[in-house]
C-alpha cells in the first residue's frame, strides 16, 4: 500500500497565508502525495509551485455549506479549472438531502460535473448532518451521477469519517469511489477507512501518517 499515493494533503483554514500554503506544498513534494487540497484562492499559486512534480491540485467548491445557487457552483467550477485545477471537492446542497430532494441533487452534481472538463470530481455530503437512510439515499444519487467519488466531510463539521459511514457510502454508491475526510490522525484510522472501503484519505496530517505517527489536525 503507498499510502503517500492515497492521501490529499490539505490545508483549508479560512486564515491560510502562502507562508503555510508553502509549506503545505513542500511536504507534498518532499512526501509525493496524491493531491494537495487547497481554497480556490491558491490553486494558480499552487498549479506553478507543482508544476515539476507528480502532485495535483484538489480546491473546494461551494465550501464548506454547500448552500451556494448552481450556477454560483458551477462558475467557480470553471474558474478553478482555468486555473490549474486538477481535482474538484463540492459540497453539495445538504439542506436539499435532508428536504430529501434527490433530483435536485442529481442535476446539481452533473452540473458541476460538466463543468469539471473531464476532471476528478469528488462530492461532499457531510455525513455528521445525515442519518443512516440519508446517507443510503444520497450515496444511491451519487451512483447514478458523473461524479468520480463520494467523500465523507469537510472537516468543517462537528464530526468526520467514521467506519460506520464510509462503509455505508461504499455498498451504496455502486462503482464510485470514496474519500474518508476529518479525523484520520493515525495509521489506524487509515487502516480503519481502507478496510471499510476508501480509496483516498484527505487529511491535514498526511505527514505524521507516512512517518506512523500521530497527528494533531484534521
Known amino acids: 500500500m503507498n499510502l503517500n499515493k492515497m492521501i490529499d494533503h490539505t490545508y483549508l483554514k479560512a486564515f491560510g497565508t502562502k507562508k503555510e500554503i508553502d509549506v503545505l506544498l513542500d511536504e507534498a513534494k518532499k512526501y509525493r502525495f496524491k493531491s494537495v487540497c487547497i481554497n480556490p484562492y491558491y490553486v494558480k499559486y499552487a498549479k506553478e509551485l507543482l508544476e515539476d512534480s507528480e502532485v495535483l491540485v484538489c480546491t473546494v467548491i461551494g465550501f464548506p455549506l454547500g448552500a451556494n445557487t448552481v450556477e454560483t457552483k458551477v462558475f467557480e467550477t470553471l474558474n478553478a479549472i482555468q486555473n490549474g485545477a486538477?481535482?474538484?471537492?463540492?459540497?453539495?446542497?445538504?439542506?436539499?438531502?435532508?428536504?430529501?430532494?434527490?433530483?435536485?441533487?442529481l442535476s446539481e452534481v452533473n452540473q458541476v460535473k460538466k463543468a469539471c472538463s473531464g476532471k476528478t470530481l469528488k462530492v461532499i455530503i457531510e455525513t455528521c448532518y445525515l442519518t443512516e437512510s440519508e446517507i443510503i439515499l444520497v450515496s444511491e444519487t451519487i451512483a447514478k451521477s458523473g461524479a468520480n467519488f463520494i467523500k465523507t466531510s469537510t472537516g468543517f463539521g462537528p464530526q468526520g469519517a467514521t467506519f460506520e459511514n464510509v462503509k455505508l457510502m461504499k455498498s451504496h454508491v455502486g462503482n464510485k469511489e470514496v474519500k474518508a475526510a476529518g479525523g484520520?490522525?493515525?495509521?489506524?484510522?487509515v487502516e480503519k477507512m481502507i478496510e471499510a472501503g476508501a480509496t483516498r484519505i484527505g487529511t491535514s496530517n498526511g505527514v505524521a501518517l507516512v512517518n506512523n505517527q500521530t497527528g494533531s489536525g484534521y
Open 86 to 105: 486538477d481535482e474538484i471537492d463540492m459540497v453539495l446542497n445538504i439542506g436539499e438531502v435532508k428536504s430529501g430532494n434527490y433530483d435536485y441533487i
Open 184 to 189: 484520520v490522525k493515525t495509521k489506524e484510522d
